[in-house]
């Protein structure tokens, strides 16, 4: 499919991630156990978790697969789809 032109938006998100991003902001000790790839997104999503104060050390890289994508857009009847792209560094 086809996004127009400035309707995509890059976040770090992901139910895991958003769940110890919360429990870190509610004093709680939490960390996510997860694998990026050596690549763009995968810096990206690790200065993310850095800025949300969870701990980076639970966090692999793996040298081979990229990391994890999810594109979200509209379906036809206004819902979300979900494309999850693959395989990636958080399958392995």
């Known amino acids: 499919f086809t996004l127009p032109a400035g309707n995509i938006h890059r976040v770090l998100g992901g139910s895991p991630a958003n769940v110890a991003a919360t429990a870190r902001r509610l004093g709680a000790h939490a960390a996510l156990a997860t694998c990026v790839g050596r690549d763009a997104f995968g810096a990206d999503a690790v200065a993310g978790l850095a800025a949300l104060g969870l701990p ?8 081979a697969l990229p990391t994890g994508r999810v594109v979200v857009s509209e379906a036809e009847t206004g819902h979300p789809r979900y494309e999850i792209l ?3 560094a958080w399958d392995r």
């Open 86 to 88: 693959g395989p990636v």
């Open 56 to 63: 980076l050390g639970p966090v692999a890289h793996h040298a």
